[in-house]
């Protein structure tokens, strides 16, 4: 049974560009939620997506996106990099009714913006 | 605002001796609390997690944690360290109940240094 998996593993993009960050969830799983780890700080909530639509945000601007596709992976847009973008963006899932009470992290996308 | 503090960045240890690390949150209510450990080049794992009840609550690892509200505190321990162990480790608040367990606030994070 294959955890929660991201990709890319590692991207680097200029200031300005766009990016995408993709992620699916661990099978069962229908909750996905996005986090950013800047180098030293621990994760920051980005967003959360329940049956395609957002439903929780964190404090980030309009320049976060995201998407969640009916088999319930998901996507993470960013418009506009900035530097200051760079980070770690971790994905975690969820299951149904959140029996579980807990997140399964995937191991990240490591974004560089030059 | 909520908020999660881990008052130390580093910590060294040495193999076979005992941990605690630090967890501080400010919180009205009683808030979900976890801790998770992440390696390099891996995802965040869930150590252990407190909702309610025993304030004593047992990990995997060989871990457990202390919930102790008089002190707004919920500190890691492990009796005997491995060098396995090495690792960063954060401490995080589901502030929002309602909101469920997915809006996470973590921590700086610890990262723990394990001398053979």
């Known amino acids: 049974d294959a955890g929660v998996t991201q990709s890319p593993t590692h991207l680097i993009k200029t200031r300005g560009q766009q990016v995408t960050l993709r992620c699916s969830p661990k099978?069962?799983?229908?909750?996905v939620s996005w986090y950013q780890q800047a180098l030293g700080q621990g994760p920051q909530f980005i967003f959360q997506?329940?049956?395609?639509?957002?439903?929780q945000r964190g404090n980030f601007p309009d320049r976060f996106s995201g998407h969640q596709f009916p088999n319930y992976s998901s996507e993470l847009n960013v418009n506009a990099l900035l530097l200051g973008d760079s980070a770690l963006y971790l994905c975690a899932s969820s299951p149904v009714g959140g029996a579980d009470e807990k997140l399964f992290f995937g191991s990240g996308t490591q974004l560089s913006v030059l | 605002a909520q908020s999660v503090t881990q008052p130390d960045i580093h910590i060294t240890v040495s193999e076979g001796a005992s941990l605690e690390l630090r967890c501080n949150y400010s919180?009205?209510?009683?808030?979900?609390l976890f801790w998770y450990v992440q390696s390099p080049g891996q995802g965040l794992q869930l150590l252990l997690k407190y909702f309610s009840g025993d304030t004593l609550v047992q990990g995997i690892k060989g871990f457990e944690a202390e919930f102790k509200r008089s002190q707004s505190s919920f500190n890691l321990r492990k009796p005997s360290v491995h060098w396995s162990d090495a690792a960063e480790y954060f401490c995080a608040v589901a502030p929002d109940i309602s909101g469920g367990y997915n809006k996470l606030i973590f921590g700086a994070g610890t990262r723990l240094a394990v001398h053979p």
């Open positions: 919180y009205g209510a009683t808030p979900y």
């Open positions: 099978s069962g799983h229908d909750t």
């Open positions: 997506y329940y049956e395609e639509e957002e439903r």
